[in-house]
């Protein structure tokens, strides 16, 4: 594991917060400006010139989703109308009146109990008692020729009138008796006794007693009235006008109802309204946030930005352009829009994840760019084409891919796009038009093959106008009869297969850590390049002749040595090579010190400087070159093992990074510790393989045979 010394040279180096240059924000400005001209025309409102009673000269639709408060409140208010009154019956109502009836009757009987056998009292004391009782006590309104009925009556009469009274009284207070049904419920009372056996004037009194006492039990109820009447109103559901209904068709006359309907959605609303262009700035805003965080957690380079905002804006002009073409169109021809080339060119000269991005930006941009035949902001359809299609350029595309296959890939591309182009109308399950259908799915596979050619077609002029190192540029630059690798081949044969080396050693690092393997491969191709100005100088070139370092002075030999990293940069660049190349050959070494020629140096001289013994630099920038300086190291050192094992790899493997770590060579490139640790582990899986042991065959004894 690498040490706590070299952990404390990396704490400074990840503590400083990622900026934005001013370029950069100027950059990201206009990317949001070209997104917001792009849709500023789709979200402006239309407004319909109609007057009440005119004639409609064209279908209309409404843009929006709204609720039609006056339809809401109407058809709310039929249906609490619908609710009737609600009652509610007082069932004590009757308990009490028949507490009171058989209260009179039983108090009638006691006076008559009391009227037969007293002696004192005068037959008008005894009715003027019972009419107080009734007056005072029951409340009834009850006669005074009833009262003498009473009185006079037997008591087995009076017990058996009460039983009918109570038995009537509770039949017809058990029903609902509203206060216009009183009257109906006593002639019920009435008939309902005239059927008894009482006699003709107790059935009178009985009958008039019984009526006094019915009232009313079933009143209005208003709270309960209210409450049902707004739980009707509730379980109503508002009335909404939606967003593509037809409002009024052709030749139809704007009617009251109608105008009212238009005026609500907007369409006659003339005056400036500035919600859509906020509301737009939002949403823009939004997209460009998570493009900037998008920027800042990958890293790009400032170039890279430029070349997307130059991408972002010839996919958004074809957008456009292909919306305004397709207007007022029938035939798909909205489907010929190009998108996958935006993609393409982000993938092959950006990176993958970019493109993902850019792909589902371009699908919510889109769905607003070709909404002038949809009836609301976004067209969800053409929104979802647009995505497919753009992840279909990621995908078809590899990054391994040679040019010649751009081509191919925008075929493959075109299929797919026809495929979804056919899926989308079958979806819909609605009468297909073949005509329709077939150019529609045309424009689709066309869309393919023209952002294939439009791909090819600008992307030389991007790598050069920009200076991206893409991956078909270096697929063209790791070809070995390339004119610089055929002269190290030829004049430096030891240092091209040390390259060979060193060039899969670092592929597999490089993409162990995420980095860009093809960089780093076909970087080690070239950063030794420079040998090849003094071969015989370096020991891998030194077959079968003397080591002409032995006679030179160590300050010249370091010389030398130093130098070809410098006379690599001037060759590369002699033939025009990328900067990502040319940073690699001069930054392969670092300012490393050549230890052997040092330590020779002082033995004659003391004095001598460690300082004048290193390499001019500068350390390595990037990931690709530190993996290359630590393979470069790596593949000369595993040379001298003898007999190498994987625990001497191990070790030596380690200690070369060790080394390079405390000395500060990766300073300057954001390479992490465990970064350092899967690039060592990387590297001694790949070494322990192709130095592993071997069975060794015996050798056959010559035979010889004796001729006879």
Request: glycine share 4%; net charge neutral.
């Amino acid at each position: 594991m690498l040490n706590k010394l070299a952990l404390k040279k990396f704490k400074s180096k990840f503590q400083k917060k990622p900026t934005i240059p001013y370029l950069n924000s100027f950059l990201f400005l206009l990317l949001g400006l070209i997104m917001y001209a792009s849709m500023l025309s789709n979200i402006i409102p239309n407004y319909m010139n109609v007057s009440m009673y005119d004639k409609a000269t064209e279908n209309i639709w409404s843009e929006i989703t709204i609720e039609d408060k006056e339809k809401t409140h109407e058809k709310r208010q039929l249906a609490a109308e619908e609710v009737p009154n609600q009652y509610k019956l007082w069932e004590n109502y009757r308990d009490n009146q028949l507490i009171k009836l058989t209260s009179l009757f039983d108090y009638a009987i006691e006076i008559r109990k009391d009227y037969e056998t007293s002696q004192f009292r005068t037959y008008e004391d005894f009715v003027e008692e019972l009419a107080g009782f009734i007056r005072n006590q029951v409340e009834l309104d009850i006669n005074r020729s009833s009262v003498h009925m009473l009185v006079n009556t037997p008591v087995e009469q009076l017990q058996l009138s009460r039983e009918i009274a109570a038995a009537t009284l509770n039949d017809a207070m058990s029903e609902n008796i509203k206060i216009d049904d009183v009257t109906g419920a006593k002639h019920d009372v009435k008939n309902n006794i005239l059927k008894t056996n009482l006699s003709n004037d107790l059935r009178e009194v009985v009958i008039h007693i019984t009526q006094s006492a019915i009232l009313a039990n079933y009143y209005f109820d208003s709270e309960k009235t209210l409450f049902e009447r707004q739980k009707q109103r509730d379980a109503v559901e508002p009335v909404f006008i939606r967003e593509g209904q037809l409002i009024v068709e052709k030749g139809q006359v704007i009617d009251e109802n109608i105008y009212r309907q238009l005026k609500l959605v907007g369409l006659l609303d003339k005056q400036s309204n500035a919600l859509p262009f906020i509301g737009l700035f939002f949403f823009i805003s939004f997209l460009l946030f998570v493009i900037i965080t998008f920027y800042i957690s990958e890293d790009q380079k400032q170039k890279t930005l430029g070349l997307y905002v130059l991408i972002f804006f010839l996919s958004f002009l074809l957008m456009k352009v292909t919306s305004i073409i397709s207007y007022d169109n029938d035939f798909g021809i909205a489907y010929i829009v190009p998108i996958a080339m935006g993609t393409m060119i982000t993938t092959m000269l950006i990176s993958e994840r970019l493109a993902l991005v850019s792909a589902i930006i371009f699908a919510i941009c889109g769905s607003i760019i070709f909404n002038l035949q949809a009836t609301g902001t976004f067209n969800f359809t053409h929104g979802v084409y647009i995505l497919c299609s753009s992840l279909a350029g990621i995908v078809v595309l590899s990054k391994s891919n040679p040019k010649g296959n751009i081509f191919k890939a925008g075929i493959l591309i075109g299929f797919i796009n026809a495929l979804l182009a056919l899926s989308f109308d079958l979806i819909k399950n609605g009468q297909t038009i073949w005509m329709e259908l077939g150019a529609t799915i045309t424009f689709s596979f066309l869309s393919g093959i023209i952002a294939a050619v439009l791909t090819m077609g600008i992307l030389p002029y991007l790598e050069a106008g920009f200076g991206i190192l893409s991956s078909m540029k270096l697929i063209d630059l790791s070809n070995p009869n390339h004119p610089l690798l055929r002269k190290l081949l030829l004049e430096a044969p030891g240092t091209y297969h040390h390259s060979i080396m060193v060039a899969n050693l670092s592929e597999s690092a490089s993409e162990a850590i995420g980095a860009n393997g093809l960089l780093a491969r076909v970087g080690a191709f070239y950063h030794d390049i420079g040998k090849a100005k003094w071969p015989q100088y370096f020991i891998e070139n030194q077959m079968n002749m003397d080591n002409p370092h032995d006679k030179l002075a160590p300050h010249l030999s370091k010389n030398i040595i130093t130098g070809h990293p410098t006379d690599g940069v001037k060759m590369l660049r002699k033939h025009k090579m990328p900067q990502e190349i040319i940073d690699i050959a001069l930054q392969h070494h670092g300012t490393t010190c050549l230890r052997y020629f040092y330590i020779k140096a002082k033995e004659s001289d003391e004095t001598v400087l460690e300082a004048d013994f290193r390499y001019p630099g500068p350390k390595p920038q990037g990931k690709e070159a530190a993996v290359i300086m630590i393979c470069d190291s790596i593949e000369a050192a595993v040379r001298t093992l003898k007999e190498p094992s994987s625990e001497k790899i191990e070790t030596l493997v380690r200690n070369i990074i060790q080394a390079k770590l405390e000395d500060g060579q990766f300073d300057e490139c954001n390479i992490t510790l465990k970064e350092l640790n899967i690039i060592s582990q990387t590297v001694c899986d790949q070494l322990k393989g192709n130095f592993h042991s071997r069975i060794a065959y015996p050798e056959e004894k010559n035979k010889r045979v004796k001729q006879a």
